[in-house]
């Protein structure tokens, strides 16, 4: 049986939030099994276009072939400048699940679980220099300490850092399953899935430049997205939900808010849903993996 590439969450949800035009001009900047993607099509005519995003070769294998559709092998922190090239200056509605592909976790070899022992990688971009073996071996203690601190919120952060360049010292940690020995004695045994999970998520982010490349697409979308265009961004944990939730209600990535004359707050976008959409039970039930998805979905005015 083939593995499915990746299923998408609150697809519905997004669609809806997209509020499509037949005609209109779209972006999904986070293609993977093309899920998203493929529904947009379906609600455009025959003027209608979509460029779909991704930084990982592996995702072309999805690509659809209809007309309307163009995939950009990329990553979305260039956004406004594929775009360019291509011949697009403004687009009706941005769409961006910032979750990982089942692909990739699915895909032992590449390094993104805890679940099997494979090499340190973590590349979504796989012709990219750094991999997570680089930055477990190379990074100094304090620096290692602050990723895992602020990309996992591992209060253990400091600890865990010290007994990696303890070990490190040794003979180099390259694989998932040695530093799983090095790290779970501070785990505690109650949170381990957990807090497993969060240890791989800040190699993750940091490999790949997660929050940086987040902050950009959402400048660039901002400057991209028409009057009345719409930005939909699925988050899976606090720091990408932070970030997003703040830059809807302010217009910018510091968060800073702007007011009016008379003390109105004032940014170029409107949050459609003030409170954040999440998957219902039958969702998660049937996709275990969407149960941490936010949804927020903004409008320019």
């Not at 785990?187 to 490999?207: D, G, M, N, P, Y």
């Not at 219902?280 to 941490?292: F, L, Y």
Request: net charge neutral.
């Amino acid at each position: 049986m083939q593995p499915v590439y990746h299923i998408p969450a609150l697809l519905n949800e997004c669609i809806n939030g997209l509020n499509i035009k037949p005609d209109g001009t779209y972006v999904d900047v986070t293609f993977g099994g093309g899920g998203h993607s493929r529904a947009i099509m379906e609600n455009l005519g025959s003027g209608g276009r979509l460029y779909s995003f991704d930084q990982d070769l592996d995702a072309m294998a999805n690509s659809l072939n209809d007309s309307r559709f163009t995939f950009v092998h990329g990553n979305f922190a260039f956004l406004k400048n594929f775009m360019l090239y291509h011949g697009v200056t403004a687009v009706d509605g941005i769409m961006a699940d910032l979750g990982v592909s089942f692909h990739h976790f699915d895909d032992a070899g590449r390094g993104f679980t805890f679940r099997t022992d494979a090499p340190l990688d973590m590349r979504m971009n796989r012709s990219s220099h750094t991999d997570a073996s680089e930055i477990v071996n190379t990074y100094d203690e304090e620096h290692l300490a602050q990723v895992l601190y602020l990309y996992g919120e591992l209060r253990q952060s400091r600890r865990m850092a010290a007994a990696i360049v303890k070990a490190r010292a040794a003979s180099p940690i390259t694989t998932t399953g040695r530093l799983l020995d090095v790290v779970k004695p501070m785990v505690k045994a109650s949170q381990e899935k957990k807090e497993l999970a969060q240890v791989f998520q800040a190699l993750r982010i940091e490999v790949n430049h997660e929050i940086s490349a987040l902050e950009r697409m959402l400048t660039q979308a901002l400057e991209l997205l028409k009057p009345g265009g719409r930005l939909v961004v699925i988050t899976y944990h606090s720091l990408e939900d932070r970030l997003v939730k703040n830059f809807i209600r302010s217009g910018n990535i510091e968060g800073k808010l702007e007011k009016d004359f008379y003390g109105r707050v004032d940014s170029p976008l409107r949050a459609v849903n003030n409170k954040v959409i999440t998957p219902g039970t039958d969702e998660v039930e049937a996709n275990p993996r969407s149960r941490s998805a936010k949804l927020r979905i903004a409008e320019k005015i």
